[in-house]
């Protein structure tokens, strides 16, 4: 199995920054790819970004030159930097990665989740 834990939420004042961090652990043969999405009170989960393990990084159009994706392969850990927070970018914001964890197949498996607020 695959255990993933987000860190580094809390509460920001708009324009203000946080960085998210997503450990992966377990029993992690191959992780290929990791996501941030998150979701807001009464709202449906959104993706926000996605990066590769060559490196390659997507955005959804909401966080587009604010927040930046990066990753630590050795570390399996993913980390999100958010800039230019806006009220708008509260949530809870949840890591998924596509992993294969010893001999089974790839599956998806998602973190527990870490609380982003913005307010003045």
């Known amino acids: 199995q695959v255990q993933l834990v987000e860190s580094g939420g809390g509460l920001v004042q708009p324009g203000g920054s946080l960085r998210l961090s997503c450990a992966a652990s377990?029993?992690?043969?191959?992780?290929?790819?990791m996501h941030w999405y998150r979701q807001a009170p009464g709202k449906q989960r959104e993706w926000v970004s996605t990066?590769?393990?060559?490196?390659?990084?997507n955005y959804a159009d909401s966080v587009k030159g604010r927040f930046t994706i990066s990753g630590d392969n050795a570390k399996n850990t993913v980390y999100l930097q958010m800039n230019s927070l806006k009220i708008e970018d509260t949530a809870v914001y949840y890591c998924?990665?596509?992993?294969?964890?010893?001999?089974?197949?790839?599956?998806?498996?998602w973190g527990q989740g870490t609380q982003v607020t913005v307010s003045s």
């Open positions: 998924k990665v596509w992993a294969r964890s010893g001999s089974t197949s790839y599956a998806h498996y």
């Open positions: 377990g029993t992690i043969t191959s992780i290929n790819i």
């Open positions: 990066i590769t393990t060559g490196g390659t990084t």
